[in-house]
């Protein structure tokens, strides 16, 4: 999308198509030292203000709220090509006029010392340029999930905000829920043992053919680029490890709905330890959990990936952690504390490119039907 002036029509629609919220999201805090040992006291003297790009359901919902209860952020600024939407929420959270910016006038935010962090919630197929005008302009960049499309443009958003050095983060809230903290801890540290296999699947309903999710050029590809996204992390993160190769199978029953995308997926990874992996992602059903079993014991989150939180069991007995309402203030502060501190985001640029790899990796699976190594 680098002819911003032809493509304005096609976002602004897009935009006004945002009617479905982001099907799994909203955790909380930290439950382990490794969580809290990246938040560290910070003294400053104001929160880092932060610009939401696009007004639908999962800023309206989850990043505006959390906005209200962060430490080291604060809602500072809006871009919408809704008049509307702009009236009402400079209302709702105080943000003055000059802090409110359309989708043609976007690259002036680079004038405005009020905003610090530009978060692109934008669909899909918008990541890419919004993630790159936000690093010109001089902004710390927020970048929904997925991170783009492809591969190659995941490495232009990473290789411009470093020519304007600046820090790139990529929405993934889940690195900083309790629950899944605990998952990764019992994973890798070994206190069952090997993990053995793992299967992870995110699904629910999204037949709705007026959804930007289920046009391609928008999307991307449907659930896997959305939900199974998910259940890619929850494998490499339990298991500690990248995939070396994957295999995928895809499925469409209602061809009058899914026209150019798959309605389900399922694929199989393996890893370099022998580990290996069953998932399944849908946009027709409701499916939400991690199992992981291992040499001596196992572990599961259930549901483990959607916004009404996660609960986990193990072998051993419940895990018990109470998460605060949004997990989004745990992964922003955290990124506020990045820009402060001068280190790099856990869910930086780079981490978000392993699962894009995949993902294409099982695009590949789909189309010649086979196992798709991985480098």
Known sequence: MNDHSSSLHSRRKALQKLSLGLGALALGTSATKEAWARMPSVGQERKLGVALVGLGIYSTQQLAPALQQTQYCRLAGI???????????AKQYNIPRK???N?????QIRNNPDIDIVYVVLPNAMHAEYTIRAAQAGKHVICEKPMALTVSDCQRMVAACKAANRELSVGYRLYFEPHHLEARRLGT???????????ASLGFSMA???SWRLDKKLGGGGA?????LYAIQGARRVIGEEPVSVTAQGFVRDKAIFKDIYETIFWQMEFPSGALSNHSTTYTSYVDRLYATAEKGWFSLHPAFNATGAKGETSKGPMNFSPPQYQQIAQMD???NCILNKRKSIVSGEEAIKDIRVIEAIFRSLETGGSVKLA
Request: glycine letters at 10%.
């Open 79 to 89: 871009v919408t090509g809704s008049p509307d939407k702009a009236d009402a929420w």
């Open 99 to 101: 802090n409110i910016y």
């Open 103 to 107: 989708y043609n006038n976007f690259d």
């Open 189 to 199: 540290e070994g206190e069952m043992g090997k993990v053995k296999m793992v299967e």
């Open 208 to 210: 709705n053919p007026k």
């Open 224 to 228: 896997i680029v959305d939900l199974g």
């Open 334 to 336: 955290d990124f506020a």
